[in-house]
Structure formats: structure tokens, C-alpha cells
């Protein structure tokens, strides 16, 4: 037989030998896999150590390492107290006087044959083993002195364990100390109740028997106290089966011995027909053992049909048969490679070890491997001590003792293949009829895996289109349909468990833009990223969705009242701030977030959804980035509609004033500008801020014409203050959507000339977040402003990510630190590290720091002996009108000792 592919896949690419592999003559059902690496692979070692008995549940708790020192540890346990009996009692016993005295050596000798001839009993729950070692054991009490029985008990099953069974020396150790031990009871039982006199009677027979069974009810023990200190836990009631049989066989063996003792004693000639009847009771226990086995291997494919019945897919039923495999044939490992159907090359690897460990691991063949995968192929065993070079390389390439491995064929094309290893304990290796067993298993376990593939395939392309109409197929998050089916689902369970459900709409602002410019690919590429960045910022109790273009939806548990989704739609506003890497490009993406929640805003799916929808809008026009959904949201519509109108009035009427604050120089000690700020005191309903109506004239293009008025205003107003003597500049805010009027430039040109202005006396304010809309347009009408001689001013630096960035890009003159950083350095050493940073950053640029939001005399200290420029707040001024402004400025240069006593604390 020439190697197989499927022998390589067993292999796992860890085998020495020659390229070819091959293995001489043809031995019927004995081969060995090709040898040659193919498929890197992981390798399974064997081991040494003691097996687990029948019935044992192991209790993965434990490691080798503790499991080796607590076996050492019984062991040297077990051989002290068999010394101690030995050397303190055994070996002071006289010997009896018999008719008949047997050699030591020939006791020795029945040992060792007894221990080479044991039966072991197979049974679904493990394995029982039947030894005649009663026999010399009985025989020794009555014709063999305790020290020459000690003697031979021990150096005869020395020679049956390593020579014969070639035993770890860890199983020896234990073997022999427990049978040392055994020996000693035996003894002592035997003697004490005879004490001195001897013959042959009812007494003595009693006496080997009780001796005898002592020994064997000290040997269940051991054997039990074994799986304890392995970390496992024994089956009790297999146990006392196992007992139950264990005395049955004793009784047998001893009865046997005492007929033995008997002959020799009265009759030494006759003692020759008991050889027979040994031979007739051995075999009896070997066909017994025959029978069990034979009807544990039913039990196994009987149960094998059923867990194959129940299982769900190939790999559940791959699972159930590598379970059953090492079940049946006491394996330390069962493992199967299935191909893939489709002659890929591809197949998986699933590996059972001990304790129910299963691993998994796919692969691939070469196209010569696949090629000899399908010609011919037989079971292939592999026994220990093989003298085949082949078979030798393959059991060490795998680090196992021993194997069997079996193809399987399905009815249309191979499966795969199945290898059991590492026969357990030592209980020989496997042989024929083990293969026999496994080959049988195989052939029924083919074709359910064939099937199961199949249903698997069927499944999968059911699952497949389920899956397509429920979910986005750019993102792979759920759509608009799967999102409103699991919205009704989640307002059932909280309807149920009385708690509340949030539903969040969110849209990307300037998503359009990013499309026209850099195209669908990169835009489809950034939805990709933004359906993973919420999808991790969430967690996985959400459910994200995508309803369509640059809209998302999430759904999330909260607070019965929603108290807490505000935070969840800050968490998401956070992560999207990180820019995102589309290509060689890094872009910023803003994104506008409404929430409604069950059952405070609605108690339908399409109530909810629209309710978030609305409040998103809210959020949109207020320019808020989040919004809660209200009940008069409604209402708020129908007042930004009649605040249209009223603003366009306002305009026209001139009730839109200006105030201005002052910005004074800490080092001069005087007001070298002053920032020009909006208020409209409405008729009717009062002051209105300019946090909603600035978005309404952003919205309906009014923000153009409320731009020019404010601009003319503060020109106007700074010529009659220069005229007065105060030679003081005015700062203007723009706001996003003048920076992409192109026509900006020429407008303020307009104002300038008609109020006879120059363009030094003015200073535009701008936010990192305006120049984003669009940073080409943007940063080309800033450029055309400062060629006119217009200063240039950073607001709010540092509440943005890209500062840095258009500090070197843009024409700027002048940083306004934010004023939550200044606020903030009473109590937080930290924003006074921040504002530091500022002032120095600025210092080294060349530019004017201005402090805005100072409130107290601490931190104008502070900030004059960090070396900032400018300050502006309520401390120094509130924001005032045309008129009182003017009156303040005479006031303030007519007082020049007011900020010289400010400032005489830091001296």
C-alpha cells in the first residue's frame, strides 16, 4: 500500500522520515501514514501516568504536576507501611512446618505467570481485571516462609510489569508497593489466626481465605484512594460492582489453591490435574471477558445511533463519535479529519484528549496531497513495539504509543478519516480486533456525517438568505427590518420586566460631502467604520442597525425614566470623534443623535422610531449633537417656523443689538479689544439666546444678512470709540456656514469701505469645528480675509481634535483658550497644566493667548504669571452695550491703578 494524503493529515508535518515513507511488504490490515511533512499541524504526546479507573469523573482542577506528586506521594506511602510491616514483624515469623515445602522461586515464578496472563473485563464504565495471582499467593501462606513469600510476591510481578508489560515506572512503583503491601495483610491475617499451631483444617482454610480477601479489599482501596488523589472522583456504585465481582473471582481463585494445598498435602503425585482445570478456569474468565466486551461494544453503537440522532451538524455528530471511539476502545485520544465536500483541499481537524477536551483546527492540502488522498487506502494499525520503520516514525513524529487508523467513505466521496491512540493503562496494545471494532464504527458513523454535511449545506443557504433579507449587506448590522422586528421584541420584555428601552437615531453630518468629494467607495468604506465604531462603543446588550445612507439606529436597555441614555449617546459621540482612516485620508466625522424612550415617548416601534427621528432633527437645527425626544417637540417645531420670520423682521426693524466684552492685556494694563456678542430682546416673548436663533438663521440663509448687521454694527461702533481715544480693535464670531459663503470676503470689503474702516480694527473669531465642515473652502476664504489685513483668532482652543493642525495651516494671529480649561483651574490641577501648555504653545508660535471665562482674582494671578497675553471675563467686565462700554473704557483708562492692585498679589 503506497501513503495517503489522509495519513499526512496525521502526521500533522512532525515525522523524520524519508520523503517516500514507504514501509516494505504489504501486511493485511497493517499500514502506516506517509510520513513526509504536509500540514503544520500541533502534535499530541502520550503519557505515563496512571489511567483513570472505572467509573472515575475527572476533575480538570488538578494539574499533572500535583497529580504526579500526590501519586509518588501514596506510593512511597504504601511501600513504607509494607517495610515497616516487614522489617518489624513478617520477617520475625518462623516457618510453618508443612508436609510438603515448596521453593521460593517457584512461587516467584507462578507470580509472574499469573500477572502475565491477566484478563482484563471491558464494560461501558470501564475495565476489571481477573489475575490468578490468588493462587501463589495462597499457596506461599502454606509452603513459603513470609520472608521468602515477600520476596517472591515482589520480584515475580517485577518481572511480569517490566519486562512483559513494560510499565511507566510510576505504574510499577504503584503496582508493586500495593502488592507488597497486599502480601503483608495477607500474612498477617493468615498468622494471627493460626497463631503457632499448623495443619490443615477448616481453620486454616479460613484463615487463607480471610488473609487473601483482606489482601483484595486493600487493593479496591488503594485503588480508590488512586483516583482521589488524581483529582477524581470515583463512580460508587461501579465500584461496588467492580468489589462484588472482584470477591467472586477471589473466592474462585482461593478455593482453587486451598483444593491445590490439599493434593500436595496428602497426595503430592495428583496435584498435576489441577493444571487443567486452571487452564479450563482462565479460559472461562477470557471468554467471559470476550462477552463483556462484545456487549459493551453494542452498548456503544447503540448509544452512538442515539447521541447521532439527537446531534445537531457534522460537527456535533463528529464530536459523539470521537467520544464513543475513545469509549470503546479505552483510548487516550480519538481524533477525525473531515474533508470538505467541495475538493478544496480544505478539512478540519477535531481532536478529543483526555478529560473531554476537544480541539479544533482547520486546514489545507496541496493539490498532490488531495490527489493521493483519493487513490488507495486501507485501516492502518499501529501496536507498540512495532519493529516497522514506517509505523515507528509515525508513532514518533505524533508522540504516541500506539493508534489505529480507519478512512471514512461516504456514498459519494470520502469524509475524512478516524484515528483513536495511546490504548490506556497497561492493558497491551490495540490489535485486530479493536480495528475490527473501530472499522465497524466507522462505517456507521460515514454516512450520518455524509448526511449531516448535507443538512449542514441546506441550513446554511436557508440561514444565508434569512440572513441577506435582515441585514445590511454593506455593514452586515441589522436593517430596518430586523431592527424594527427586535424593537418589538425588547419592548415586550421590558413591558414584562418593567424597565425601559431606548431607541437612538443618529445621522453623519456632511456625509454628502465625502461622497461628492472622495467618492461611493471611500463613503461606503467610512459607513463600514462606523457601523464597527458603535457597534464596540455599545457593547453587546445593544443592537445596532443601519436604516439607510449615512442613518443608524441603536437599541439599548436603560432607566425606566431613560435617565441614563443620555450617557450611552455621549459614549457614542466620544468614539466618533476619533477620526477615521479611510485610505491614505483621515477624516472627521460629526454625527447628530436623537433618543425617544419605552415607555415615556411612545409604546409602539413606529411611535419610537419617529420620535427619535424628530429629536434628531432638534439636535440638528439647535446644533446640540444630542437630543432627548420631548412632547413639545411638536410645539418647538411650530416656534422655530414663526421665528423665522420674526428674525427676518428683527433685522429689518434693527432690534437685533450688540453688546461687547472687554479683553484686557495683563502685562500693559489695558483693554487692547473687545468681542462682539449678539442679544435679541424680543418684544414678546423676552430675550431670546443665540443658541436658537442663530441655527434658524443658519437654516433658512439668514445667517448672511444676520453676519452684515452684526459686522457693521461692531465696525460703527469701534470707529466712535477710536474717535473717543481708545484705540481698541473688535472681534466678530463666524459662524460654519459664512466660512463656505465665497462671497464672505468681498461682503466684509463692502462694510469696511462703507464704514470707513480699516481692516486692522477688525479680528474674525472662528472654532475648529467650522473649519471642519470643509477645510479646502474653508481655509480659502480665511486666506483671503487675512491678505486684507484681517486678524485671525483660534475660539475655544483645545475642545477640538485638530487644532494643532490648523494653527500650521492657517493664517492665525491669535488662541483663545477654552473657557471650561480657565474655570476649571481653581479646582483642577490639571486644566491649570492644560491653559500652561496653551500660553507656552503660543509664546513659541508667535501668537496672542487670550484667557476667556475668567471669574476670580485666584485665577487672573495665576494666569499673568504664566505670561498669557489677554484676559477676558466677568471678573474684569460682563458684556455691555455701545454706550456703556464707552463710558466703562473712560472709566477703566482714568483708573489705571485697578488692575496694578489685581495684580499686586503676585508680587
Not at 499541524?41 to 469523573?57: F, I, K, M, Q, V
Not at 490435574?273 to 474468565?285: D, E, I, K, R
Not at 471468554?287 to 456535533?316: D, I, K, N, P
Request: include cysteine; charge should be negative.
Amino acid at each position: 500500500m503506497r501513503p495517503t494524503a489522509v495519513s499526512n493529515l496525521e502526521t500533522q508535518g512532525r515525522s523524520a522520515a524519508p520523503r517516500d515513507g514507504r514501509f516494505g511488504r504489504r501486511r493485511p490490515h497493517q499500514a502506516v501514514a506517509a510520513t513526509r511533512p504536509s500540514v503544520d499541524l500541533h502534535a499530541h504526546g502520550g503519557s505515563d501516568e496512571l489511567e483513570p479507573g472505572a467509573g472515575s469523573d475527572t476533575r480538570p482542577a488538578v494539574t499533572d504536576a500535583e497529580r504526579r506528586v500526590r501519586l509518588i506521594a501514596l506510593c512511597v506511602s504504601m511501600a513504607v507501611v509494607a517495610g515497616a510491616f516487614f522489617a518489624t514483624w513478617i520477617r520475625e515469623l518462623p516457618e510453618l512446618r508443612a508436609s510438603v515445602q515448596l521453593s521460593w522461586v517457584v512461587v516467584a515464578f507462578g507470580f509472574a505467570l499469573c500477572d502475565i496472563l491477566v484478563v482484563h473485563v471491558e464494560s461501558r464504565r470501564g475495565t476489571h481485571s481477573i489475575s490468578l495471582c490468588d493462587i501463589p499467593l495462597t499457596l506461599g501462606l502454606f509452603f513459603v516462609s513470609p520472608t521468602h513469600l515477600f520476596v517472591a510476591r515482589v520480584l515475580g510481578s517485577a518481572l511480569a510489569l517490566v519486562v512483559h508489560r513494560r510499565s511507566s515506572p510510576l505504574r510499577a512503583a504503584f503496582d508493586l508497593s500495593l502488592f507488597s503491601l497486599q502480601t503483608c495483610l495477607a500474612v498477617a491475617v493468615f498468622r494471627t489466626t493460626v497463631l503457632s499451631s499448623f495443619g490443615l483444617g477448616a481453620v486454616h482454610w479460613a484463615a487463607a481465605f480471610g488473609g487473601v480477601l483482606v489482601a483484595n479489599l486493600a487493593g479496591a482501596a488503594m485503588t480508590t484512594l488512586l483516583y482521589v488523589v488524581r483529582g477524581e472522583r470515583p463512580d460508587t456504585l461501579t465500584r461496588a460492582k467492580l468489589l462484588g465481582a472482584s470477591i467472586v473471582t477471589t473466592a474462585v481463585n482461593t478455593s482453587l489453591a486451598l483444593v491445590a494445598i490439599t493434593l500436595l498435602w496428602n497426595h503430592p503425585s495428583t496435584t498435576w490435574l489441577l493444571l487443567p482445570v486452571a487452564l479450563v478456569l482462565l479460559g472461562a474468565y477470557k471468554a467471559y471477558a470476550s462477552m463483556s466486551q462484545r456487549y459493551a461494544s453494542l452498548c456503544v453503537l447503540h448509544e452512538f445511533s442515539r447521541l447521532v440522532a439527537s446531534a445537531w451538524g457534522t460537527e456535533g455528530m463528529a464530536r459523539a463519535l470521537l467520544e464513543q471511539a475513545r469509549t470503546l476502545l479505552r483510548a487516550e485520544l480519538a481524533e477525525i479529519v473531515l474533508l470538505t465536500p467541495a475538493g478544496d483541499g480544505g478539512f478540519l481537524r477535531l481532536t478529543l484528549q483526555a478529560q473531554g477536551r476537544l480541539s479544533r483546527k482547520p486546514g489545507w492540502l496541496t493539490e498532490e496531497e488531495w490527489s493521493e488522498l483519493w487513490s488507495e487506502a486501507e485501516p492502518t494499525l499501529a501496536g507498540r513495539g512495532t519493529r516497522e520503520p514506517g509505523l515507528r516514525s509515525f508513532l514518533s513524529a505524533r508522540g504516541l504509543r500506539d493508534c489505529i487508523l480507519v478512512p471514512l467513505h461516504g456514498k459519494h466521496y470520502r469524509v475524512g478519516t478516524l484515528m483513536v491512540a495511546n490504548r490506556t493503562g497497561d492493558r497491551g496494545s490495540f490489535d485486530r480486533g479493536h480495528l475490527t471494532l473501530l472499522e465497524t464504527l466507522a462505517n456507521h458513523a460515514a454516512l450520518s456525517l455524509e448526511n449531516g454535511r448535507l443538512s449542514d449545506q441546506l441550513h446554511s443557504a436557508v440561514a444565508e438568505r434569512d440572513h441577506q433579507a435582515r441585514h445590511d449587506p454593506l455593514t452586515g448590522l441589522a436593517n430596518r427590518r430586523l431592527f424594527h422586528e427586535q424593537l418589538v421584541d425588547a419592548m415586550d420584555r421590558a413591558h414584562t420586566a418593567a424597565s425601559g428601552l431606548a431607541v437612538m437615531v443618529l445621522d453623519l453630518d456632511r456625509f454628502k460631502q465625502v461622497n461628492d468629494s472622495l467618492g461611493h467607495a471611500s463613503g461606503d468604506r467610512l459607513l463600514q467604520e462606523v457601523g464597527i465604531r458603535l457597534t464596540s462603543a455599545v457593547g453587546p446588550l445593544a443592537t445596532v442597525a443601519r436604516l439607510g445612507s449615512d442613518e443608524f439606529a441603536v437599541l439599548f436597555p436603560c432607566a425606566y425614566d431613560g435617565a441614563d441614555a443620555s450617557a450611552v449617546a455621549r459614549e457614542i459621540e466620544t468614539a466618533l470623534e476619533v477620526p477615521f482612516e479611510v485610505g491614505e485620508l483621515s477624516l472627521e466625522v460629526d454625527a447628530t443623535l436623537g433618543i425617544a424612550v419605552f415607555p415615556l415617548h411612545g409604546e409602539t416601534a413606529e411611535g419610537l422610531l419617529k420620535g427619535a427621528t424628530t429629536a434628531m432633527n432638534q439636535a440638528k437645527q439647535l446644533k446640540s449633537g444630542i437630543a432627548v425626544y420631548t412632547g413639545d417637540h411638536d410645539a418647538q417645531s411650530a416656534r422655530r417656523l414663526a421665528l423665522v420670520s420674526e428674525l427676518r423682521a428683527a433685522l429689518e426693524e434693527g432690534e437685533i443689538e450688540v453688546h461687547y466684552q472687554p479683553k484686557v492685556e495683563l502685562r500693559g494694563e489695558r483693554v487692547s479689544g473687545v468681542e462682539a456678542l449678539i442679544r435679541w430682546d424680543h418684544p414678546v416673548r423676552g430675550p431670546i439666546s443665540p443658541e436658537e436663533f442663530i441655527p434658524v438663521a443658519e437654516e433658512t440663509g439668514l445667517i448672511r444678512t444676520l453676519t452684515t448687521y452684526v459686522l457693521r454694527r461692531a465696525l460703527r461702533d469701534c470707529g466712535q470709540w477710536r474717535r473717543g481715544g481708545h484705540a481698541i480693535h473688535v472681534s466678530v464670531n463666524l459662524s460654519p456656514r459664512s466660512l463656505l459663503d465665497e462671497d464672505l470676503p468681498a461682503d466684509v470689503a463692502t462694510v469696511l469701505e462703507e464704514e470707513s474702516a480699516a481692516p486692522t480694527w477688525l479680528t474674525f473669531e472662528i472654532t475648529e469645528t467650522s473649519i471642519m465642515a470643509d477645510p479646502v473652502r474653508s481655509t480659502e476664504v480665511l486666506e483671503r480675509l487675512s491678505a486684507m489685513g484681517i486678524g485671525l483668532a483660534v475660539d475655544d482652543f483645545g475642545a477640538g481634535h485638530s487644532t494643532l493642525t490648523y494653527l500650521k495651516r492657517l493664517p492665525v494671529d491669535e488662541v483663545k483658550i477654552d473657557k471650561s480649561f480657565v474655570k476649571g483651574m481653581a479646582m483642577d490641577s490639571r486644566d491649570v497644566a492644560i491653559v500652561r501648555s496653551v500660553v507656552d504653545l503660543g509664546a513659541n508660535l508667535g501668537l496672542r493667548v487670550v484667557a476667556e471665562g475668567v471669574e476670580d482674582q485666584a485665577t487672573l494671578s495665576r494666569l499673568s504669571k504664566m505670561g498669557c497675553g489677554v484676559a477676558q471675563g466677568f471678573h474684569l467686565s460682563r458684556p455691555l452695550p455701545s454706550v456703556e462700554l464707552a463710558a466703562w473704557l473712560d472709566s477703566w483708562n482714568n483708573r489705571p491703578t485697578l488692575l496694578a492692585r489685581t495684580l499686586s498679589n503676585l508680587r
